[in-house]
T-cell receptor, first 111, second 113 residues
Framework: ETGVTQSPTHLIKTRGQQVTLRCSSQ?????VSWYQQALGQGPQFIFQ???????GRGNFPPRFSGLQFPNYSSELNVNALELDDSALYLC??????????FGEGSRLTVL | DQQVKQNSPSLSVQEGRISILNCDYT??????FLWYKKYPAEGPTFLIS?????DKNEDGRFTVFLNKSAKHLSLHIVPSQPGDSAVYFC????????????FGPGTSLSVIP
């Protein structure tokens, strides 16, 4: 059984740029959730995708957007990057039980 | 405004002793509570959960207690082992969205050999 994988693991961008983070969900899972974990804080819910549709969103601006593909993999896109966007971005997949299985995260640094 | 609070950023415990991690929540709609454990360079992993219809759930060395009237829960680890050293996140969700989980800021536990 393949777990949740995220790419890239680390990346550095500058203010104003755009970034795309990718996530492959665990086999059999049709729901993907994205979280932002800033330094010293817990993961903050960004949004969730279920069967290619957004299924809930946290308190993040529209420049945070996402996609889910037919194979249930997902992308998180962030436009017009700001310094405060520097964080660990976690993807979690879930199936019918609702239990979240997290990937190792993508660490984004915005300079 | 934080809906899930963990007021102790860190905790140190001697190996073999009990570790008690505390968590408070503000949203009355929460009815399912979880603890996640996170090692450096890894994603959080599920540890134990409790439904609001219970006040205690036990799994091996880990026990979670829920006090709904106080909106408080705690995780007890007995006996603590060095491998338990990690960041522990308390989390909560509501019946309508069990997989939209709200996390607390975490408590870093160090178990000293």
């Amino acid at each position: 059984e393949t777990g949740v994988t995220q790419s890239p693991t680390h990346l550095i961008k500058t203010r104003g740029q755009q970034v795309t983070l990718r996530c492959s969900s665990q086999s059999g899972h049709n729901t993907v959730s994205w979280y932002q974990q800033a330094l010293g804080q817990g993961p903050q819910f960004i949004f969730q995708y279920y069967r290619e549709e957004e299924n809930g969103r946290g308190n993040f601006p529209p420049r945070f957007s996402g996609l889910q593909f037919p194979n249930y993999s997902s992308e998180l896109n962030v436009n017009a990057l700001e310094l405060d966007d520097s964080a660990l971005y976690l993807c979690a997949s879930s199936g019918y039980t609702g239990e979240l299985f997290f990937g190792e995260g993508s660490r984004l640094t915005v300079l | 405004d934080q809906q899930v609070k963990q007021n102790s950023p860190s905790l140190s415990v001697q190996e073999g002793r009990i570790s008690i991690l505390n968590c408070d929540y503000t949203n009355s709609m929460f009815d399912y509570f979880l603890w996640y454990k996170k090692y450096p360079a890894e994603g959080p992993t599920f540890l134990i959960s409790i439904s609001s219809i219970k006040d205690k759930n036990e799994d091996g060395r880990f026990t979670v207690f829920l006090n709904k009237s106080a909106k408080h829960l705690s995780l007890h680890i007995v006996p603590s082992q060095p491998g338990d050293s990690a960041v522990y996140f308390c989390a909560a969700s509501a019946e309508t969205s069990y997989d939209k989980v709200i996390f607390g800021p975490g408590t870093s536990l160090s178990v000293i050999p």
